[in-house]
């Protein structure tokens, strides 16, 4: 655990010291474009991670143990519960980079923001169906993941419009999926 703590939070500073090895070889409009981007990823990765700390760990493991009656006795051993602990945060914060991608889709114009809008049934199925797949196999714990992805996926399709129309508005150039 401890390795894994200091990972998370040795992560910024090794971030950095990448960054500091290769600025010099971009562009100085590389760097402008770049250094937003990164901030962005590392706050929404440690969003994601205290997410899946503070608010969903707590919930899952009361669920589990809810289970444990006179007859089932619980046998979660600290280890296996650290180690679901870290893919769990680890998921959450892949997870919550989501509107990090749909903007840098729209940025580089792969996608409009007019196709996300119109599949937003398919980006909810497709949230559910990866909440489904780092929760546990209940109900609750994979709403009480997909909720802020869903939310997520609105405020990042607004995102991707504001940059879809400061980026493309001019052009004839609608994108891969537009």
Sequence with gaps: MA?????VVALPYVMFE???FVAPG???TERIFAVPWMVASAVLLYLGIAFAIELLLPM???MLQSFATGQIE???SLLSLLHFSVKMAAGCGLLFQLPLVLCLLAWFGIVSPGVLAR??????FFIALAAAVVTPGDGPSMLVLSAPL?????VSLILAWA????????????????
């Design 60 to 62: 899952i493991v009361r």
């Design 74 to 76: 619980p046998r979660m």
């Design 163 to 178: 940059i879809w129309r400061s980026r493309w508005k001019d052009r004839h150039e609608p994108g891969w999926l537009g």
């Design 18 to 20: 990448l960054w500091r």
């Design 150 to 154: 869903v939310l997520l996926y609105f």
């Design 3 to 7: 390795l894994w703590t200091g990972g």
């Design 26 to 28: 971009l562009k100085k």
């Design 119 to 124: 599949q937003w049934r398919h980006a909810v």
